[in-house]
């Protein structure tokens, strides 16, 4: 609540925040619905109950007890979506493991980064997918995999590194190693059978909810990721109380087109299932629309997550129409802004009348703000709605960090049960990240109007400075988006010898669409200032985009800048 003018707010909650662990939740909802399905992978050709789910989350978590991991360790995972992707990010909580979440598309210099970052001592990849080799880039990184035992790896790059463990999702259960390094998943599974269930029990009753979990890199918009630290508290409550803002329960099916390593998949995703013994249903490896389309239909999925990205892509596939998405009532829109165009197509033509806008960062669980079902369109598509439930909010001037007053644009910060511990091994940047009041500075601009409802107006290292005027790339690309051409539109700036910066705008038509600078600059003029229109105009057939389907505005600004300062 606010008692006052400044743009501040905090949202009580009738429940109080769960005070348990992720095991202790998790198994007290497989007792209620043993008989739900937990999970669905449609080209895995598998789905687990409930009760199956449980009882080979227990096994894995033997297995990895058998290896040796234990409490406090760091367990990486390289891999698409698939359930043993899932089985792992729930077996590392039941003993204490800290699960490291790795791009699959990172390449060998990316993923080399995130193991010396973290300090991974297991990793778990999958063989290959499309052109990246897995195998091929861990063998330029430990090319002693080719000859060492499965148990006596040793490298001085990655001096905590000791066990990597190979898995096929098409057959986990397959007993064939590349290279002797290798351990298998069938090795994984054998190990299990020498820890008790009781030994198991017993670790998992020494685990405290404010242990850390997970470790997940922030998604590369701005710059090199950063490993965020979270806990059980932060990520199940986050988790949770998403799903209360959803009406979601056992009887949901929710279709999960986004990758699990990302907070999305992972946080808003998985957990958010299995802490109400609803049903993920795994459509795809990676994002294919064409799938996620099926996936709907098959399953009879009742909800559906995804970045603007992904719902345009589903919207003006060519068998779009093919498909019955009747039942979809509801979801989670983030990562980006969703023009009015785009949110009236998903609410009529896919069904999902209570969509809802979500806000976030990896640092924060990840969600901090979500509209509601009973908000208007309006809100639904000029703010990201307020705050979840036990968070505070605010907006601070971003010279002096005084709290600006109500309609103000500032920086937005957040405090409460969903701040990250901190980035691992990096006290430096979580100082920097996390004020001495525990306040999270999320480098997002905002407003805030008297309810709490926030709108985003841009990123602070993204506000364009034009001989002097302040302008925020969010208001251009609204604008521009509404343009009947246009598909997809991001504005920012690029340096400008006598304005200091100009706006350049990157603009995707809609197919068998032709459109010129010119046509663009008209549309703006006398609809917006004359400083806010775009001088560069760019059609492209694609955007730089990282794996979740965000734009990643700082290689645009690369690409530009290079093209321009050769020409």
Not at 43 to 49: F, G, I, K
């Amino acid at each position: 609540m606010n008692t006052t003018n400044k743009s501040y707010f905090y949202r009580g909650g009738e429940e109080p925040l769960l005070g348990s662990t992720i095991p202790e939740h998790f198994i007290s909802v497989a007792a209620r619905f043993p008989d739900n399905d937990a999970v669905v992978s449609i080209p895995q050709a598998r789905r687990l109950t409930y009760a199956e789910f449980s009882k080979q989350i227990d096994h894995i978590a033997c297995g990895l007890l058998g290896m040796g991991f234990t409490k406090g360790d760091r367990v990486g995972v390289w891999s698409t979506n698939n359930i043993e992707w899932a089985l792992l990010q729930m077996a590392t909580a039941w003993i204490g493991v800290i699960l490291v979440n790795i791009n699959p598309a990172y390449q060998t210099k990316e993923l080399a980064y995130a193991l010396q970052r973290s300090e991974v001592q297991g990793l778990f990849i999958i063989t290959s997918f499309r052109s990246s080799d897995y195998v091929a880039m861990l063998l330029e990184l430990l090319p002693e995999l080719k000859s060492t035992a499965p148990d006596a790896l040793s490298n001085n790059k990655f001096p905590y590194l000791r066990r990597i463990i190979l898995y096929n999702p098409a057959s986990p259960e397959a007993t064939e190693r590349p290279h002797p390094g290798f351990v298998v998943w069938h090795d994984l599974l054998q190990l299990a059978n020498a820890v008790s269930k009781d030994r198991l029990n017993k670790i998992t009753a020494t685990l405290d909810m404010d242990d850390p979990i997970n470790i997940q890199y922030t998604s590369g918009t701005t710059g090199f990721p950063k490993a965020v630290v979270l806990t059980h508290h932060n990520i199940l409550n986050n988790a949770w109380f998403s799903a209360e803002a959803m009406h979601f329960s056992e009887k949901d099916r929710l279709c999960i087109p986004v990758p699990f390593y990302h907070c999305f998949g992972m946080v808003l995703a998985n957990l958010l299932c299995f802490a109400t013994g609803a049903c993920a249903v795994i459509p795809s490896e990676h994002f294919d629309p064409l799938a996620v389309l099926n996936g709907v239909e098959a399953e009879r999925c009742t909800a559906i997550h995804g970045v603007p990205t992904m719902f345009i892509a589903e919207l003006e596939h060519p068998r779009f129409s093919e498909f019955n998405l009747s039942t979809l009532r509801t979801g989670i829109m983030a990562g980006a802004p969703c023009p009015p165009e785009l949110m009236t197509r998903v609410i009529e033509q896919m069904h999902c009348r209570e969509i809802l806008i979500g806000y976030g960062e990896t640092e924060a669980s990840p969600i901090t703000h979500l509209t509601t079902r009973d908000d208007t369109f309006e809100r639904r598509i000029e703010t990201v709605g307020h705050n979840l439930p036990h968070q505070e909010v605010k907006v601070v001037n971003t010279e002096n960090g005084q709290t600006v007053l109500m309609g103000e644009i500032g920086e937005i910060c957040f405090r409460g049960y969903h701040i990250m511990q901190g980035y691992y091994g990096d006290p430096e940047a979580t100082a920097k990240a996390i004020d001495p009041q525990g306040w999270l500075h999320s480098g997002d601009l905002g407003t805030m109007d008297t309810e709490g409802y926030l709108r985003i107006t841009g990123r602070l290292k993204e506000m364009i400075i034009r001989g002097g005027e302040n302008i925020y790339p969010r208001e251009i690309e609204d604008f521009i988006f509404t343009h009947p051409k246009v598909a997809e539109v991001a504005v920012f700036g690029i340096p400008d010898k006598f304005y200091g910066e100009e706006i350049m705008a990157w603009i995707q038509l809609h197919a068998k669409e032709t459109c010129s600078k010119e046509e663009i600059q008209s549309f703006c003029k006398g609809e917006i200032a004359h400083f806010k229109i775009p001088k560069h105009i760019w059609f492209v057939e694609e955007f730089p985009l990282t794996v979740t389907g965000k734009l990643q505005k700082f290689r645009m600004r690369e690409m530009a800048m290079k093209k321009l300062s050769a020409c």
